[in-house]
């Protein structure tokens, strides 16, 4: 039996002293379960960061190429034939926003989301766990 601290009594039986042992075990899982959790948000929010500027580098090549591209064309075409303007300018474009999604792309891979701490952590539980197992059986 336990008394009120938490202790088992140095005369508890085995079967105490282990169930104390399993309580010990849940509530350190537990706290492995939130420190995983926290630490998995950690490393989220970078890769969600990463995602959107790709998404902005998109909309960038879409949106803000329609707008300019016209008035760029149109003052290239007084130097050149209209079709290659077009060419040069929207060459240059694409080539600004693929490499804008590139970096954020490579950004997103460089994201380790394994929670490294929590699993550090784990096998420090796991030497405890055991040795808490081994000293109160014996």
Excluded: C
């Excluded at 926290?38 to 949106?63: C, F, H, Y």
């Excluded at 950004?107 to 808490?132: F, G, R, V, Y």
């Amino acid at each position: 039996m336990s008394s009120s601290d938490g202790n088992v009594p140095a005369g508890g039986s085995t079967t105490a002293r282990l169930l104390e042992v399993a309580q010990d075990g849940v509530d350190l899982l537990r706290q492995e379960v939130n420190l995983a959790r926290q630490e998995t948000i950690e490393k989220l929010t970078p890769a969600a960061l990463s995602s959107g500027m790709v998404l902005a580098g998109g909309m960038l090549v879409a949106t803000g190429s329609s707008y300019v591209a016209d008035a760029i064309v149109r003052a290239l075409a007084t130097r050149m034939p209209h079709w290659l303007a077009s060419l040069v300018f929207g060459g240059g474009l694409t080539a600004g926003g693929l490499a804008l999604m590139r970096y954020g792309s490579n950004e997103i891979k460089n994201i380790d989301l394994l929670p490294t701490k929590t699993l550090h952590s784990l096998k420090e539980d796991k030497a405890w766990l055991l040795q808490q197992i081994k000293s109160r059986l014996i």
